[in-house]
C-alpha cells in the first residue's frame, strides 16, 4: 500500500513516498522542487516512482499550486488515486482543535501538531507541548496534557524579518551576520534581533503553557531553518526533520486503518 506526503509550503514543495500509510513505515523515496518548478515533477522526481496507492498532502501555498500538482498527478504521470488534503477539523488522530474557526487554522499546523503529540506519546510521556515550525514564517502551538490545542503565535521567519528591514528603512542593506550576545555591526545586529525574537516568542509561550497547564511543557522543533534556532533556545526541545510527513503518516492511518 504505497503511500505518498506531500507538504507544499510558502517557498518548496516537499514529498515522501513510504512503503505503507502508517507510523514507521520504510521510505521509499523523497525529494523537494521550489514552487515556481512543481512542472517538472512528473518529468523528473516523480517519473521513475511506482504509483502510490494512497496520497495525503497539506498546502498553504493556496488552491494554485493544489492544482499544479493535481495536474501533475493526473494528467502527466496518469496515476490512478484520488489526491487528499488535509483540512483542518474540530479534532482527529488525538488532537482537538481550539482554533475560532477551526477549518482556518494553517494546515501544516495541524499537521504539524498531530505529529509532533505522536511523538511525544510514543516516548510514553503525556505533557504539555510547544510546537514550533521554523519556516518562512515562524509558527508556535500549544497543546495541553490531553490534546486540546489552546492556540499559538504566528511571527515572520529570518528573511521576511530582514526582508522587511531593507525595504522600509533607508540605506539599510541585509548581509548575512552570526547571532551574538552584544552585537557590534549592523549585519550581527540584524541577524541576532530576528533569531532573539524566534526564541523569545517561544520562551513567552513557554511560561504562559506551564502556568495554564502547572507542569512543564515539552517543546518540538521542525521547519527548514529549525537549526538555525538549536543554539539561541533557551528551553529543551527536541528538533524533528519530518514532522509534517510524520504527522501525515498518523493521519493517513487513522482514516484508511
Wanted: hydrophobic fraction near 45%.
Amino acid at each position: 500500500m504505497t503511500f505518498l506526503a506531500i507538504d507544499i509550503g510558502n517557498t518548496r514543495l516537499k514529498w515522501a513516498m513510504y512503503e505503507d500509510h502508517r507510523p514507521g513505515a520504510a521510505l521509499l523515496a523523497h525529494g523537494a522542487e521550489f514552487l515556481e518548478h512543481i512542472e517538472r515533477l512528473a518529468e523528473g522526481a516523480w517519473a521513475g516512482l511506482p504509483a502510490p496507492e494512497r496520497m495525503l498532502g497539506c498546502v498553504v501555498a493556496g488552491e494554485t499550486a493544489r492544482r499544479r500538482v493535481h495536474e501533475q498527478i493526473e494528467l502527466m504521470l496518469g496515476w490512478n488515486l484520488e489526491p487528499q488534503w488535509v483540512v483542518p477539523s474540530i479534532a482527529e488522530a488525538g488532537v482537538t482543535n481550539g482554533y475560532d474557526h477551526p477549518s482556518r487554522l494553517g494546515a501544516d499546523r495541524w499537521v504539524a501538531m498531530i505529529g509532533a503529540r505522536h511523538h511525544m506519546l510514543q516516548l510514553g510521556d503525556a505533557r504539555p507541548l510547544i510546537t514550533v515550525m521554523v519556516g518562512t514564517a515562524v509558527t508556535v502551538d500549544a497543546m495541553d496534557a490531553q490534546g486540546r490545542f489552546l492556540g499559538g503565535l504566528i511571527i515572520p521567519g529570518h528573511g521576511i524579518m530582514l526582508r522587511a528591514l531593507e525595504g522600509g528603512t533607508a540605506g539599510l542593506h541585509v548581509p548575512t551576520g552570526e547571532v551574538r550576545c552584544f552585537p557590534k555591526n549592523t549585519s550581527d545586529a540584524l541577524t541576532s534581533g530576528g533569531t532573539y525574537a524566534i526564541a523569545g516568542a517561544v520562551e513567552r509561550m513557554y511560561q504562559h503553557l506551564a502556568e495554564h497547564c502547572g507542569a512543564e511543557p515539552m517543546c518540538i522543533m521542525a521547519g527548514g531553518a529549525g537549526w538555525k534556532m538549536s543554539p539561541s533556545m533557551t528551553r529543551p526541545f527536541e528538533l524533528i526533520n519530518n514532522l509534517i510527513f510524520d504527522g501525515l503518516l498518523v493521519m493517513a492511518e487513522k482514516r484508511w486503518g
